[in-house]
């Protein structure tokens, strides 16, 4: 594969992930709060009121979706996005673990957006050498 068709996959790689954080950001925290988005709060047991986190977690997705499209700070937000996927898997298996066998769960969701990440880390590499 050649050097821009390498950036071309990257770049799709990147708006992928973008839209993803994009729209679990907008959608489900701030335009419409989803009940499971309370659901997981309130599982923490650490008192947090979901209709101000939610919103705060919703601003923070777009802000890295948008930083993730833009290529600002290079790959530091797929980075960034890689490891918030794993720390959110990981906080649901721990204190709401009946999510995990529902309908488009944080397994069958986060794992394949886990692998964008590496996947523009490994074009972007690629392409850069």
Not at 76 to 88: M, N, Y
Not at 99 to 126: D, G, K, M, Q, Y
Request: aromatic share 10%; net charge neutral; charged share 10%.
């Amino acid at each position: 594969m050649s050097r821009q068709e390498t950036l071309r996959v990257a770049r799709w790689c990147r708006w992928m992930l973008a839209f993803v954080f994009i729209y679990h950001g907008l959608v489900p925290k701030l335009l419409f709060l989803s009940p499971v988005e309370v659901q997981m709060v309130e599982a923490s047991g650490l008192g947090l009121n979901a209709q101000v986190i939610s919103p705060l977690a919703g601003a923070a997705e777009v802000l890295l979706g948008l930083l993730i499209l833009s290529g600002w700070f290079g790959r530091w937000p797929v980075v960034a996005a890689g490891f918030g996927l794993v720390g959110l898997l990981g906080y649901v298996a721990l204190f709401a673990p009946m999510l995990l066998i529902e309908a488009f769960n944080p397994v069958s969701t986060n794992l394949p957006v886990l692998l964008l990440c590496l996947l523009i880390c490994h074009l972007e590499r690629t392409a850069d050498s």
